[in-house]
Antibody
Framework: EVQLVESGGGLVQPGGSLRLSCAAS????????MHWVRQAPGKGLVWVSR????????TYADSVKGRFTISRDNAKNTLYLEMNSLRVEDTAVYYC???????????WGQGTLVTVSS | DIQMTQSPSSLSASVGDRVTISCRAS??????LHWYQHKPGKAPQLLIY???NLQSGVPSRFSGSGSGTDFTLTISSLQPEDFATYYC?????????FGPGTKVDIK
């Protein structure tokens, strides 16, 4: 059974940092592109970043470029999102999602809440 | 960036109703259009990929159509478990954008 479990969310002050993790199981993690998608409170889904199977191709939304870093450890079956210089507007539930093909997301985690507030 | 719009933004319907949700892209995206169902506190679920292909395990009452800029999600007979928010998403080009969502609630 495919499972994606996010962790690492929490309360952080503006300007602070946080690292999210997404532990994957039930499939060959090293063969799949992976994505982060977020949802601010009361708002819709917003794509954040993607990484290819070996980590050599990475893309970011403009809103996080230069502040967030996506990475993966295929030996640990884990996806990461390093978030720096956090802003109030980064407050959201962050989901990791598996890329079925052509950036369609067939499995999602339950999400981890990041709150940026003073 | 490709902008996605959805209509209506919300609708009220009864069990057994036929429901249609529209999604429009600001430029042609061929068939790179996908539909998701999202319930509060749950992980989003892929319903339809590439405009008209039913994801494995999704009930056949869900269907999708369209290409280019105009797309439709249809629920042929609404069931109690279908009350949720529905999003379209384009994967034609980055940033991969979602529509604002259509909330389907009980009439």
């Amino acid at each position: 059974e495919v499972q994606l479990v996010e962790s690492g969310g929490g309360l952080v002050q503006p300007g602070g940092s946080l690292r999210l993790s997404c532990a994957a199981s039930g499939f060959t993690f090293s063969s799949k592109w992976m994505h982060w998608v977020r949802q601010a409170p009361g708002k819709g889904l917003v794509w954040v970043s993607r990484i290819n199977s070996d980590g050599s191709i990475i893309t970011y939304a403009d809103s996080v470029k230069g502040r967030f870093t996506i990475s993966r450890d295929n030996a640990k079956n884990t996806l990461y999102l390093e978030m720096n210089s956090l802003r109030v507007e980064d407050t959201a539930v962050y989901y990791c999602a598996r890329d079925r093909v052509a950036s369609t997301y067939d499995y999602w985690g339950q999400g981890t809440l990041v709150t940026v507030s003073s | 960036d490709i902008q996605m719009t959805q209509s209506p933004s919300s609708l009220s319907a009864s069990v057994g109703d036929r429901v249609t949700i529209s999604c429009r892209a600001s430029q042609s995206i061929s068939s790179y259009l996908h539909w998701y169902q999202h319930k509060p506190g749950k992980a989003p679920q892929l319903l339809i990929y590439s405009a008209s292909n039913l994801q494995s395990g999704v009930p056949s009452r869900f269907s999708g159509s369209g290409s280019g800029t105009d797309f439709t999600l249809t629920i042929s007979s609404l069931q109690p478990e279908d009350f949720a928010t529905y999003y379209c998403q384009q994967s034609y080009s980055t940033p991969f954008t979602f529509g604002p969502g259509t909330k389907v609630d009980i009439k």
